[in-house]
């Protein structure tokens, strides 16, 4: 996605002020508004224009669908977002990889799994997705953009007499039941089992 | 092995208000949105993507967890959250003609895009409809500026009233009263004339009597004469006193 200009970030940030007002503040702190911003005056009072005109009694249960088409909005949401892959883990070693499974109550078998997107992305609890962000310094939609990658390729197999294999992901669930964790803690994850 | 954490797993807000505050979600928003945290992500997606959960939920998780490519359940979550999102925003786009509309909506869009991209979704956490309203009254006020208020010649009528249109003004102006007063309860207050009032007569309250224009201030601001400002208040006059006299 291109840049935006910094001009049009201000002016966002100028309409995102006048509507804050126009909630909840007085007429006197709009019109001083307007005022400290001369550059973006017309944009102001347009701003209000619709925001006066807007019928606040007007229902919104409609059950229409998008009138964009569905690939439409698809296509569009996707060209504008290639989610990176950096992986998060990679400047981790071994002790500081113990520290984040504790952390996210999770052994190190699993969080192995894992930094080798091993396991089913979608099968993840969010929550653990968020524990592993903070714990690594990274941000959830780092991260999950991480964990959607290809399977990686485990370096010892490169040595096997069949070569290098792929299974597919296993489910999160899967990995927590063949895992060295405390009942508990598979109780905790898994808790109908 | 030692327990682990075990605080929330919602990541706050971030961004401030004008007065310095930061944004806060509702306690039931950040209630569900933690109870859906600890479902497998996929389900968390078609719970909200299925509308059983609030539009906040919806966003969070559209905002925090977009997978690298294209998945059947995220898609569902993106889809999910431009109909409600147009859903919302309709009544904004009801004054203006078909074509207006569409324009608008693909302005939305490309404005939903480039608030995700600069991480100015947050008041969609806070309250979905606040969201939408900001969204979509940015885009009307965009695309007016480069239309133009345009009045068609069946609005240039004569007035019945000698009335000025400062008096016209003066007279709306009372309605308020003399203490301050919010901009949202003087719509409020308004409201009941507003509803009379073609949108060309709300504007001319809005700048004359809400933000304190002169006529012919007003007039530049809508692309049209001080004489038609004044009419226009006079109108807006006289449906007032039409209702009062209704009572």
Redesign the interface.
């Known amino acids: 996605?291109t840049t935006?200009p910094e001009q049009?970030?201000v002016r966002?940030d100028v309409?995102?002020?006048v509507?804050?007002?126009?909630?909840?503040?007085?007429?006197?702190e709009?019109?001083q508004l307007?005022d400290e911003h001369p550059e973006h005056k017309?944009?102001i009072?347009?701003?209000?224009?619709?925001?006066?005109?807007?019928?606040?009694d007007?229902?919104?249960d409609?059950d229409?669908?998008?009138?964009?088409s569905?690939e439409e909005?698809?296509e569009?949401?996707?060209f504008?977002?290639?989610?990176?892959?950096n992986d998060p883990f990679c400047s981790l070693d071994a002790h500081k990889l113990r520290e984040v499974a504790?952390?996210?109550?999770i052994?190190t078998g699993i969080l192995r799994k894992l930094t080798l997107r091993m396991i089913d992305?979608?099968?993840?609890?969010?929550?653990l997705?968020?524990?592993l962000a903070e714990a690594v310094g990274s941000?959830?939609?780092q991260l999950?953009?991480?964990l959607?990658?290809t399977q990686a390729e485990v370096r010892a197999d490169f040595f096997a007499p069949s070569g290098p294999r792929k299974t597919g992901k296993v489910e999160?669930?899967e990995a927590v039941r063949t895992s060295t964790?405390?009942p508990e803690?598979k109780r905790y994850w898994l808790p109908n089992i | 092995?030692?327990?682990?954490?075990s605080y929330s797993?919602?990541?706050p807000l971030t961004r401030v208000?004008?007065?310095g505050e930061t944004y806060v979600r509702p306690a039931a928003v950040e209630q569900e949105i933690?109870a859906?945290?600890?479902?497998?992500?996929?389900e968390?997606?078609r719970l909200a993507a299925g509308g059983h959960t609030r539009p906040q939920t919806l966003v969070y998780?559209l905002?925090?967890?977009?997978?690298?490519?294209?998945?059947p359940?995220y898609?569902a979550l993106?889809?999910a959250f431009?109909?409600r999102l147009?859903?919302?925003g309709?009544?904004?786009l009801?004054?203006f003609p078909e074509h207006m509309r569409?324009r608008a909506?693909?302005w939305v869009?490309t404005k939903v895009?480039?608030?995700?991209?600069?991480d100015?979704m947050d008041?969609f956490e806070v309250s979905f409809k606040?969201g939408v309203?900001?969204l979509?009254?940015?885009a009307?006020?965009?695309i007016?500026?480069r239309m133009g208020?345009e009045l068609s010649q069946e609005d240039l009528r004569e007035a019945d009233s000698d009335e000025t249109g400062d008096e016209a003004a003066d007279a709306l102006a009372y309605r308020l009263g003399q203490s301050?007063?919010?901009?949202?309860e003087?719509?409020a207050q308004l409201?009941s004339v507003?509803k009379l009032m073609r949108?060309e007569e709300?504007?001319a309250?809005?700048?004359v009597v809400?933000?304190?224009m002169t006529e012919k201030e007003a007039a530049a601001?809508m692309g049209c004469s001080d004489r038609k400002v004044r009419y226009l208040l006079k109108d807006a006059r006289a449906k007032a006193r039409d209702k009062e006299l209704k009572k």
């Open positions: 996605m935006r049009d970030k966002d309409l995102v002020a509507h804050e007002v126009l909630l909840t503040g007085d007429l006197a709009l019109r307007a017309a944009e009072l347009a701003f209000v224009a619709a925001w006066l005109v807007a019928d606040d007007a229902s919104d409609d229409e669908g998008p009138t964009q569905r909005v698809l569009r949401f996707w504008n977002y290639a989610a990176p892959a504790s952390r996210c109550r052994d992305e979608g099968s993840i609890p969010g929550k997705v968020s524990w941000e959830p939609q999950y953009g991480y959607c990658g999160f669930a964790l405390s803690l | 092995m030692t327990d682990g954490r797993a919602v990541q208000s004008k007065k933690e859906a945290l600890d479902l497998p992500l996929n968390a997606f998780f905002r925090r967890f977009r997978p690298n490519r294209p998945t359940e898609n993106v889809l431009f109909t147009e859903r919302a309709k009544r904004h009801q004054p569409e909506t693909e869009t895009f480039e608030w995700l991209e600069d100015r008041i606040t309203e900001r979509y009254l940015t009307v006020a965009a007016q500026l208020t301050p007063m919010s901009a949202a003087a719509k409201a507003m949108p709300r504007l309250i809005g700048y809400l933000l304190g601001e």
